[in-house]
């Protein structure tokens, strides 16, 4: 029989939870990279108590977590201005300890505690840290758990509609195309997230930005990369065809600028970028107000565009897909009849 002179640590509070946290993040700015022992003493605490917090927010896998420590929890981390630390001190953390951050966040970014999201409450009044996320999808080693906390701030209205309308949502069409692929696609997720989520605020800033937005976005569906080509041209449609964005779209569709780059993607070297920018182009040949200048360029370019939509697709595509293209040939053949 064994015994054990050691009581068994009371569990703590999540008051007390959230001030050791919050005290283990600080006792990071006191010890020098010399004190390498004390850093990593440091360091072992706060992953510690990052773990603490993971249990107390999603349970432990045999037990589930009480609701209300984790809305006191939540409240607590909030009111001690933990959430800044978790954002600023990311970069120094190890990546399971990022993991399990990026974890609790998705979590206390959805608890309501009381009437109010307190999360997203403190997010609204500090929102230099959404911009913060953004760039720091120049740092490979944690632009994924940046992106990740990003997405989960995207969800909710108003915090996406601030990153919209900052400076630093324009920093999404560089790193879209960054060397290193997996950020790439990451940045490029998060892009598409703010794009297609909160219709209104896109349709919104589409409307105040339209010349800045669609310049930039051509550089996209022009770029020398494959990838950003395709992922670009497929999320163009499904932004612009929705019904919020009928305006927007009607803008895009008379300007023979935009016209001209779909033809050009009509003659890519790949069938399904081909096949996208037909769902596209379609849409300038069927629009019935067509300006005079976009029914010139269709007229005059009339037998190339009619070769290329005959071989379009051929020998995989459904009888829908088949149908439509017939009718938009039959309308490039009637528009160079009518300006010829």
Not at 41 to 60: Q, R
Not at 218 to 235: A, D, G, H, I
């Given at each position: 029989m064994s015994f054990s002179f050691f009581k068994a640590s009371r569990p703590k509070t999540p008051s007390e939870l959230a001030k050791t946290v919050k005290d283990s993040f600080n006792a990071l700015d006191?010890?020098?990279?010399?004190?390498?022992?004390?850093?990593?003493?440091?360091?072992?605490?706060?992953?510690?108590?990052?773990?603490?917090?993971?249990?107390?927010?999603?349970?432990?896998?045999?037990?589930?977590?009480?609701p209300d420590q984790v809305a006191q929890l939540t409240l607590e981390v909030c009111n001690e201005d933990v959430i800044a630390l978790f954002i600023h001190k990311l970069l120094i953390l190890g990546w399971e300890a990022r993991k399990n951050l990026v974890h609790c966040w998705s979590i206390m970014l959805k608890q309501k505690v009381d009437s109010t999201y307190c999360c997203v409450q403190y997010m609204e009044n500090h929102l230099e840290l959404?911009?913060?996320?953004?760039?720091?999808?120049?740092?490979?080693?944690?632009?994924?758990h940046c992106g990740g906390m990003l997405r989960e701030c995207i969800k909710l209205p108003s915090l996406a509609k601030y990153i919209l309308e900052s400076p630093s949502f324009g920093l999404f069409f560089k790193f879209v195309e960054l060397p290193n692929?997996?950020?790439?696609?990451?940045?490029?997720?998060?892009?598409?997230?703010?794009?297609?989520?909160h219709e209104s605020a896109v349709s919104q800033y589409l409307t105040n930005n339209y010349s800045e937005?669609?310049?930039?976005?051509?550089?996209?569906?022009?770029?020398?990369?494959?990838?950003?080509?395709?992922?670009?041209?497929?999320?163009?449609?499904?932004?612009?065809?929705?019904?919020p964005n009928s305006l927007i779209?009607?803008?895009?569709?008379?300007?023979?600028?935009?016209?001209?780059?779909?033809?050009?993607?009509?003659?890519?070297?790949?069938?399904?970028?081909?096949?996208?920018?037909?769902h596209i182009f379609k849409v300038f040949v069927a629009n019935p107000n067509k300006p005079r200048e976009i029914k010139l360029i269709l007229a005059k370019n009339h037998e190339g565009?009619?070769?290329?939509?005959?071989?379009?697709?051929?020998?995989?595509?459904?009888?829908?897909?088949?149908?439509?293209?017939?009718?938009?040939?039959?309308?490039?053949?009637?528009?160079?009849?009518?300006?010829?």
């Open positions: 006191s010890i020098t990279v010399a004190e390498v022992k004390a850093l990593e003493k440091a360091m072992e605490e706060v992953e510690k108590n990052i773990v603490a917090m993971k249990v107390m927010l999603a349970g432990d896998g045999e037990v589930e977590p009480n959404l911009d913060f996320l953004v760039v720091c999808y120049d740092n490979k080693e944690i632009a994924m692929f997996d950020v790439a696609s990451d940045a490029f997720s998060t892009f598409k997230d703010l794009l297609t989520k937005f669609f310049e930039q976005y051509e550089k996209l569906l022009t770029s020398p990369n494959y990838v950003t080509r395709r992922q670009s041209l497929k999320l163009l449609s499904e932004f612009l065809l929705e019904p779209m009607k803008r895009y569709i008379a300007e023979v600028g935009h016209l001209k780059v779909m033809m050009n993607l009509l003659k890519d070297s790949s069938k399904n970028i081909q096949i996208s920018a037909f565009l009619l070769a290329l939509l005959n071989n379009l697709g051929k020998g995989g595509e459904d009888d829908q897909f088949e149908e439509e293209k017939e009718l938009i040939m039959k309308e490039i053949q009637k528009v160079s009849r009518l300006e010829s």
